[in-house]
């Protein structure tokens, strides 16, 4: 049998030798004037090279934008030495399955896989791919570097041999699982044991084993563990395989490995060393500058200068903006919040620059970043959303008529219909758009977002937050009463975008860096979007501008007359609370909720916290500091409206009941005619259009009577004319003409409003 396998591999291995032979041949005459130089080099490095471990990198120093040093990043590393006996054998094992499955077997170097890397690096005309050891790796990090070059994998490889007779297996092993990075600030298996899993190495796991081995070779995949989950997923499918192949766990193991969810949030009961100033506001800088191509072409390179360059680094943070955050919340909150939290964050809309922010409770607490990863609801603040995407995509305005009578009811085929109501249970009115923002009608702007489009206004709102692909919205009717979760952040910019005539800045920290020599490495340019119209972002500046002057949000005036725009928003529950406002000056939004869960807040300082009552009152507060010798600025005028009359707007299969008079002496009969035969009035109903028809029982003579279809407006005239006492029928009053409504899948439920 053995016999049989080795002939049968004949033929792969004459494959192989003619492939290597080709590639060699192909490199010999490519390089033939430096081989001896590139060979005597390599022999230099393999007989006199000393690897040296110590870290040599200088730190990088971060400046506020005063140019005051505010931090420093260096290589500030969470880990700490194990030995290999600390860890267990199947999660040692594993991680050599993922890694370098001939790590026992090899000198340093795994031919075949070398071979197999030659091969698709001809095909590529250059280096495409590696095929490195776990020694080569070790080489790569601390010898020869990441240059795509084949001198540098020969160097690679004759380097890792030198070290295999060093060194032992278990001690290049140990070396490496001490030094290799796995995100989130975790290098070494004790750290990402921590971090991901807040256990000690030694109760590790294969399961565990496996995502922490698919972290190595994209250590940067999962940072802020709400990123990439799928690709995770899928390398993390791989790693469990490669375990199963091994032999290591079997197929029913690794099928319950697979259910496990991945991290979610960080579980390290170590933070960094404190001589090190880390804050929410630092780690927003230090994920910049990891992303930042200035800085290197890889992470790894990219990680190098930020943590070993000796870069001086200058952001947009105004540390007074975040003393006057600290000090409004304890202003409107003398008494603390409890378990609920405060987020701020301010941008500049000119520009994006992020100027502060509030990120939650000490960042030696907790390290998840409300202001830019809490995702909430935002309630009613969602609606400016909708508002915008009525005026620019369906050429709406602020002064055409649409019902906000409540509670209202929307057919949802095939599920459940989507039932609505007003805060506080208010019959609503019929008003227009402009007034329905400052009531901030429930009823009106489902209706609203209908009448628009979800996908417009999912679009819209897309747009206006810089949401893209799986990770935008969904177009679900209660979008429009903002069922779906926001950030703080992603609020100040899109709000921003109307404050900065409908140009959407992409929000950024670092304004400049440079190198340990003075040389200038990057400088910020500011970069924006149109996302609407400069009247649109007028028009809807208008209506906020009313909505703080008298709707929800009166309790954000600004003490100094400075002019003002902003939305309250107020969740089901009153899970969420927020005000988002702006002046031509600073774009600024305020959360308040429990950090962790959906918890209602119930009675702060006997109210009910709505947006209106606490965050409303916050921004005002911080907002008048921060502003605080500012000259005043107005915001531009919306233009003229167009010269029509104001639409009445409803959605097709809507029905509006109007009351028609029969008689001084009688009481008016009730009809549910659809809207599009009625008119507004001024008194929060309906009348017929002059065309409108109602059904009506008439006399038929010897005190029968049939149902004839009248013209609404000679109900009186016909009837009197017919007989002294009409009947009038409202179980049966929709014209046959009316169509059946649609309906589109519904969310989760987010009624809100905040009356002020």
Not at 54 to 62: H, I, K, N, S, Y
Not at 232 to 244: E, F, G
Not at 336 to 360: C, K, N, Q, R
Not at 453 to 475: I, K, T, Y
Request: charge should be negative.
């Amino acid at each position: 049998m053995d016999v049989a396998r080795r002939l049968a591999r004949l033929p792969l291995l004459a494959v192989m030798i003619a492939v290597c032979a080709a590639v060699v041949t192909v490199g010999a005459r490519a390089s033939a004037p430096h081989v001896a130089r590139t060979l005597d080099a390599v022999e230099r490095d393999r007989d006199h090279i000393t690897i040296d471990l110590r870290p040599g990198a200088q730190r990088t120093q971060v400046f506020d934008s005063a140019g005051s040093q505010i931090g420093i990043l260096l290589n500030d590393i969470d880990r700490e030495i194990i030995t290999l006996d600390q860890v267990p054998a199947d999660v040692i094992a594993t991680i050599v399955a993922v890694e370098d499955s001939k790590f026992w077997l090899h000198n340093g170097v795994d031919l075949r896989a070398t071979a197999r890397a030659l091969v698709s690096n001809v095909s590529a005309g250059g280096i495409a791919s590696g095929g490195s050891t776990i020694t080569q790796q070790i080489v790569k990090l601390r010898v020869v570097g990441s240059e795509r070059s084949f001198n540098r994998k020969i160097r690679e490889a004759v380097i890792a041999a030198r070290l295999e007779e060093d060194f032992t297996k278990e001690e290049i092993l140990e070396f490496y699982v001490n030094e290799v990075y796995l995100g989130n600030g975790a290098y070494g298996l004790q750290a990402g044991a921590e971090t991901y899993f807040g256990k000690d190495v030694s109760a590790l796991d294969v399961g565990d084993a496996a995502f922490l081995a698919s972290l190595i070779r994209s250590p940067g995949l999962f940072d802020g563990f709400d990123q990439n989950i799928d690709t995770m997923t899928r390398r993390r499918s791989r790693s469990l395989q490669q375990a199963v192949d091994a032999g290591i766990i079997t197929e029913t193991q690794r099928d319950a490995f697979e259910r496990r969810p991945l991290p979610s949030r960080n579980l390290s009961p170590r933070r960094t060393d404190v001589a090190l100033r880390r804050d929410y506001f630092l780690v927003e800088v230090r994920r910049e500058l990891l992303s930042n191509p200035a800085l290197g072409d890889t992470y790894q390179a990219r990680f190098s200068q930020v943590f070993g360059g000796g870069l001086r680094v200058w952001t947009t943070l105004r540390p007074e903006l975040q003393t006057a955050m600290r000090a409004s919340v304890a202003e409107v909150l003398p008494e603390g919040t409890g378990e609920f939290e405060v987020s701020i964050v301010s941008v500049d809309p000119s520009t994006g620059a992020v100027l502060a922010f509030i990120g939650g409770p000490a960042f030696s607490d907790s390290e998840f970043n409300l202001a830019t990863q809490g995702r909430r609801q935002p309630g009613s603040s969602y609606k400016t959303y909708v508002l915008a995407a009525a005026i620019e995509r369906a050429g709406l305005y602020p002064f055409d008529t649409i019902s906000g009578q409540g509670p209202c009811v929307f057919p949802n085929p095939p599920l459940d219909d989507y039932e609505v109501s007003n805060f506080a249970n208010s019959p609503g009115r019929v008003s227009t758009i402009k007034d329905q923002t400052t009531a901030s009608s429930n009823c009106a702007f489902v209706r609203l977002g209908l009448v628009t489009g979800l996908d417009e206004v999912v679009g819209m709102a897309n747009r206006l937050v810089g949401r893209s692909g799986d990770d935008g919205f969904l177009p679900y009717p209660s979008i429009s009463l903002g069922a779906q979760e926001v950030t703080p952040l992603e609020q100040a910019v899109g709000y921003g975008t109307f404050a900065n005539g409908g140009v959407r800045m992409e929000p950024f920290y670092v304004t400049r860096i440079e190198n340990n020599f003075g040389e200038v490495l990057y400088e910020h340019v500011p970069h924006g979007r149109r996302v609407v119209s400069p009247s649109t972002a007028d028009w809807v500046t208008s209506v906020l501008e009313e909505n703080v002057q008298s709707g929800t949000g009166t309790r954000s005036r600004l003490a100094s007359g400075q002019i003002s725009a902003g939305k309250t928003g107020t969740t089901q529950s009153f899970h969420d609370a927020w005000f988002v406002g702006y002046t031509p000056h600073m774009s600024t939004a305020v959360w308040m909720g429990h950090p962790d869960e959906q918890v209602p807040m119930g009675e702060i300082q006997d109210r009910r916290a709505t947006g209106g009552w606490i965050p409303a009152r916050i921004w005002a507060a911080y907002m008048g500091r921060a502003l605080d010798g500012t000259p005043l600025r107005g915001f531009s005028p919306a233009p003229p409206p167009p010269p029509r009359a104001s639409q009445y707007l409803f959605l097709s299969g809507d029905t509006c009941s109007v009351a028609v008079a029969v008689s001084p002496s009688e009481p008016p009969l009730e009809f549910d005619l659809p809207c599009s035969m009625v008119r507004p009035t001024d008194d929060n109903s309906f009348e017929p259009l002059p065309d409108a028809l109602c059904k009506v029982a008439v006399p038929a003579g010897e005190g029968d009577s049939r149902f004839e279809w009248i013209r609404c407006t000679q109900i009186a005239t016909e009837l009197g004319a017919r007989a002294t006492e009409p009947i009038g029928d409202t179980d049966e009053s929709i014209p046959p003409e009316d169509t059946d409504p649609t309906g589109t899948e519904t969310g989760t439920d987010a009624t809100e409003d905040d009356q002020a």
